[in-house]
């Protein structure tokens, strides 16, 4: 069964930087598509950023367009968002997943394993 865990969340003050990580265990990211979505209270999940099996492709909301970047290092089967000039409304419970396939994707339901989220929280 894989597991994934999110880490690096915290407490920012707008214009901050924050990178979270994404540790896989019982299973591999090689091969897989990679995904960031997060979950503020009161709202939808929503995705945020996705990365190829190659780290050659990559897919950002467009909230977070040219702030956020994800990149993957599938020899420590970890993935990676990094959050530049972050802002109050950034705030929210982050969540990597999964995908079932190689590709990348914005829906929820084509990915297969979550991890359990670590909080973002930026002050203005």
């Known amino acids: 069964q894989v597991q994934l865990v999110e880490s690096g969340g915290g407490l920012v003050q707008a214009g901050g930087s924050l990178r979270l990580s ?3 265990s019982g299973g591999t ?3 897989y598509g990679m995904g960031w979505f997060r979950q503020a209270p009161g709202k939808e999940r929503e995705f945020v950023g996705a990365v190829s099996w190659s780290g050659g492709l990559s897919d950002y909301a467009d909230s977070v367009k040219g702030r956020f970047f994800i ?3 599938d020899t420590k089967n970890t993935v990676y968002l990094q959050m530049n000039s972050l802002k109050p ?3 929210a419970l982050y969540y990597c997943a999964r ?3 190689y590709a990348l994707g ?3 339901s084509h990915y297969s ?3 359990q989220g670590t909080q973002v929280t930026v002050s203005s």
């Open 22 to 24: 994404c540790a896989a």
């Open 29 to 31: 990211t090689s091969g």
């Open 71 to 73: 990149n993957r290092d």
């Open 89 to 91: 409304e950034d705030t």
């Open 99 to 101: 995908r079932t396939n």
């Open 106 to 108: 914005s829906v929820p």
């Open 113 to 115: 394993y979550w991890g």
